[in-house]
């Protein structure tokens, strides 16, 4: 069974940049394909990025498209989020999500494990 631990969430001024990271143990790491979703107060798991299995193909939110990069390391068992020109909107609990499969589903429910979130807030 996978586990995920996310972190490097925070406080951050509108244009900041913030990089999230999420732990996996438990399985075989490059298995699954993984996505980050976010949760606001207008929206429970809103879709984020997301990324294969080997890390050859993305996805992206259309509004956060040349902002955000989501990339791994199978060596690491790790999966990043890079958050650039950060924007108030994209405040909410950051979660990154796991699916046993090589490319990632469309939808929140399909994935199989899920960190615990970490906070991410843009404010001035």
């Known amino acids: 069974q996978e586990q995920m631990v996310e972190s490097g969430g925070g406080l951050v001024q509108p244009g900041g940049s913030l990089r999230l990271s999420c732990a996996a143990s438990?399985?075989?790491?490059?298995?699954?394909?993984m996505g980050w979703y976010r949760r606001t107060p207008g929206e429970e798991r809103a879709f984020v990025a997301a990324?294969?299995?080997?890390?050859?193909?993305?996805y992206y939110k259309d509004s956060v498209k040349g902002r955000f990069t989501i990339s791994r390391d199978n060596d690491k068992n790790t999966m990043y989020l890079q958050m650039n020109n950060l924007k108030t909107e994209d405040t909410g609990i950051y979660f990154c999500?796991?699916?046993?499969?090589?490319?990632?589903?469309?939808?929140?429910?399909?994935?199989?494990?899920w960190g615990q979130g970490t906070q991410v807030t843009v404010s001035s």
């Open positions: 990324i294969s299995w080997n890390g050859d193909s993305t």
């Open positions: 438990g399985g075989t790491f490059d298995d699954y394909s």
């Open positions: 999500a796991a699916k046993e499969r090589l490319q990632p589903p469309n939808l929140w429910y399909e994935y199989d494990f």
